[in-house]
């Protein structure tokens, strides 16, 4: 018996051909690829994914990091073209796409970050009717990654990094220079995200309780971080007169703006372990651990809805360890053994 076994648009449909004879098999064969071909076509209107991304984004406008998406996709469409169709994708197209991210120098965990875009966008076509088929990041392995290494700033460290962070900011001219040394100042002692940092406003900062509302995050879910003196001073010294965001902006992205101060910073002080802004959250945590704070609270001041993803931040110091082994010492006196004559 003779089958006709098709993919079309990434729908595959396999159906009996119902004869054993082969000439008329492919007589068969031919009429109903034909059919298939034409109905499926006419049904089902080829979607670029660039403008199923355009739509996305519309309704999307208020995700955290829908820019840093936007890039991600503008380096998709760049190698792909931008005439690429959604039914397009496939499992070589996807590993090509690999072999260029890690060639521009991406991470594993960065590219699979550039997957989980694309998987999510074919779901949701598939969801919504816009796209036949089964979703071609199912059958691909994403790269393990291991916990992330972050290393927390040392005293001497941190020192350095606000002197010249102070420095940057009495002479800076634009609104990330002069804010510098007061979001440094902030993410050290509150281990807040860059974002949540620059989106807070008047309202967000209680000064009689000594608590501030961090209401935009990463993972949407609101959250108090009580201030100590540091903070609050620094929050009474640059809080506007004005409603809006406490740290105002001259450009659009003001993360962005904020990650190139801290490269200059970075190059500037020559510390090399401070790789971005989130070196600073990092030693934010070990300062706690280092202070025994438990865990638990830890996460909540975090924001992290699992304690899983806390561990990736967190380590135990040498010096921590021994303590704990010299803290937990069991101590034991041996007996007097006499030799047998």
């Known amino acids: 018996m003779y089958w006709l076994d098709i993919q079309v648009n990434g729908i595959r449909l396999r159906e009996s051909l119902r004869t054993s004879n082969k000439k008329l098999a492919e007589r068969i064969y031919s009429k109903r690829k034909y059919e298939i071909v034409k109905d499926i076509l006419k049904t089902n209107k080829p979607i670029r994914l660039e403008a199923f991304f355009k739509e996305y984004c519309k309704f999307n406008k208020e995700k955290a990091y829908l820019e840093r998406e936007k890039q991600r996709m503008e380096k998709i469409l760049n190698f792909w073209g931008r005439g690429v169709c959604l039914h397009e994708i496939d499992i070589e197209k996807i590993e090509k796409l690999k072999g260029y991210l ?7 965990a960065t590219i699979n970050q550039y997957f989980a875009l694309l998987r999510m966008l074919i779901n949701r076509a598939i969801l919504m009717d ?9 059958k691909l392995k994403f790269f393990r990654e291991g916990i992330r290494k972050r290393k927390a700033l040392n005293e001497v460290e941190i020192r350095l990094l606000l002197d010249k962070g102070e420095e940057i900011s009495k002479s800076g001219r634009t609104f990330a ?5 007061d979001v440094l100042l902030i993410a050290l002692n509150t281990g807040m995200r860059i974002r949540e940092i620059l989106e807070l406003k008047k309202e ?4 009689n309780r000594e608590i501030i509302f961090v209401e935009k995050t990463k993972t949407k879910i609101p959250r108090n971080i009580p201030m100590n003196a540091v903070v609050y001073d620094v929050f009474k010294r640059i809080m506007p007169k004005d409603d809006g965001c406490i740290i ?4 659009k992205n003001k993360s962005d703006a904020f990650r190139e101060q801290i490269k200059k910073l ?3 002080t020559g510390i090399k372990k401070f790789i971005g802004f989130h070196n600073l959250r990092h030693t934010f945590i070990t300062n706690l651990l280092e202070k025994g704070v438990d865990f638990l609270t830890i996460q909540e001041l975090l924001g992290h809805t699992t304690s899983r993803v806390t561990l990736r931040y967190t380590h135990t110091s040498m010096n921590r360890k021994k303590e704990a082994i010299l803290e937990s010492q069991i101590c034991h006196t041996p007996r007097d053994f ?4």
């Open 248 to 251: 105002p902006a001259t450009t």
């Open 177 to 181: 220079q002069r804010y510098l040394y």
């Open 102 to 108: 890690h060639g521009i120098g991406r991470s594993e």
């Open 266 to 268: 970075r190059n500037e």
């Open 338 to 341: 006499q030799k047998n004559d």
């Open 130 to 138: 816009k796209m036949n088929g089964e979703n071609p990041f199912r």
């Open 204 to 207: 967000n900062i209680d000064f």
